[in-house]
């Protein structure tokens, strides 16, 4: 099987190395993840002057129609990067689902800004009620006025400080738990009952709680009758991107650490000389080469019917792998390994969210069995 990449691919991985070699650094990562949106929104806008934001839209959206092999690609470079810039959520998932959804009048007033990076989205889905990515929404939208009033909470809006307008799930009939009867609008940033308040994550990116009080839109803000088939839809590109930068990170931490242990000496010999760290620094190479081999799993079954079940698998096993490769990776460092001075406490904590987040290990693997069977 052939894993070469395509003219195109091997441009936009060196594009994206090239954005990592010439605006990230430690002491930069640190001030991204401190400013307000926990990420330089100036690099934001350079990521899509550079293109990076269209490519995974389609080419007559002004994209590249990027596939998931160059999907895969940019995001294990972003992840060896330890970029903090949310394109995961804010590209693969809230751009993706506004651009396939929105009325071509709404899609005109915005898509072209998104594409450009002067503007994002981002999802108001998870609430407090649901667990592991379930269906459970008690947000509700009533008709009123030509339009519609939603009213309820997002407590759990991920990659959303700073964003320009919401992506908000809403229920427009049935019980909290229905499958059905969720419906999907736009309400940008500032409208009138709206209320926002951001907060932290593990990995330092911001998130948001919002609060929709009487929240008042436009009929031709609802994008989709069935808001929980739109987000479907694109959760098979985003859970890959997410498991490639996961592959990233992973690559990165273990080969900082495998410097250090050929440099840091104890009781007079190189840490990495002793026999027993050689054995667990062997068990977590072979579980990137695992990760890499699921993903190219599922890279080889792009197009066919199997390409959910792949790209499935691959995350179940890669939220489990790579959060235990973090604490190995710790504990080799000692103490200093869980401090932001080093890039293994930083990695890690990116990889627990990676793996948390929107469902953990288990419910990943659940996933892959019921479309196994």
């Known amino acids: 099987m052939n894993f070469d990449l395509s003219e195109d691919e091997e441009m936009l991985k060196a594009l994206t190395e ?9 002491d930069s990562r640190r001030a991204f993840l401190a400013e307000p ?25 002004g994209g ?12 294990e470079a972003l992840g060896r990067g330890l970029v903090v810039e949310p394109l995961a959520e804010a590209v693969m998932v809230a751009g993706r689902i506004f651009a396939a959804t929105a009325p071509e009048p709404l899609r005109s007033v915005w898509l072209d800004d998104i594409l450009a990076g002067t503007r994002r989205l981002g999802l108001a889905h998870a609430e407090a009620g ?26 759990y809006c991920v990659a959303c400080g700073g964003a320009d ?6 229920r427009v009939d049935g019980a909290a738990g229905d499958a059905n009867g969720v419906a999907l609008f736009l309400v940008p940033a500032g409208t009138a009952g709206l209320s926002a308040h951001d907060w932290h994550l593990a990995d330092g990116s911001v998130a948001t709680s919002l609060e929709l009080a009487g929240v008042s839109v436009p009929a031709d803000h609802k994008l989709s009758d069935d808001g929980l088939v739109a987000i479907a839809a694109a959760d098979d590109l985003a859970a890959l991107a997410r498991s490639a930068e996961a592959l990233g990170i992973m690559e990165r931490i273990f080969a900082d650490t495998l410097d ?42 792009q197009g066919d019917a199997e390409f959910a079940l792949a790209v499935r698998g691959a995350r179940a096993w890669i939220s489990e792998a790579s959060v235990t490769l973090g604490h190995e990776m710790i504990q080799f460092h000692g103490g200093m390994g869980v401090t932001d001075e080093l890039a293994i406490g930083g990695g890690h904590k990116r990889l627990l969210v990676l793996s948390r987040w929107p469902e953990g290990p288990l419910a990943a693997l659940d996933r892959y069995a019921d479309l196994l069977h």
Request: no cysteine; hydrophobic share 45%; glycine share 10%.
């Open 18 to 26: 090239r954005f990592v070699t010439d605006h990230y650094d430690h």
């Open 37 to 61: 949106a926990g990420f330089s929104t100036r690099n934001w806008q350079l990521l899509g002057e550079l293109g990076l934001i269209a490519a995974p839209f389609p080419e007559e959206l």
């Open 260 to 301: 250090y242990l050929r440099t840091r000496d104890q009781f007079g010999a190189a840490l990495g000389s002793f026999q027993a760290i050689q054995h667990r620094m062997v068990a977590q190479y072979a579980a990137i080469e695992q990760s890499r081999a699921l993903l190219n799993l599922a890279l080889v079954a």
């Open 64 to 75: 590249l129609d990027l596939s998931p092999t160059g999907i895969a690609t940019v995001f």
């Open 130 to 155: 649901a667990r592991d990515g379930s269906t459970w929404v008690e947000t509700s939208a009533t008709p009123h006025d030509g339009g519609w009033t939603l009213a309820g909470a997002k407590p």
């Open 165 to 170: 307008g919401y992506l908000v799930t809403a």
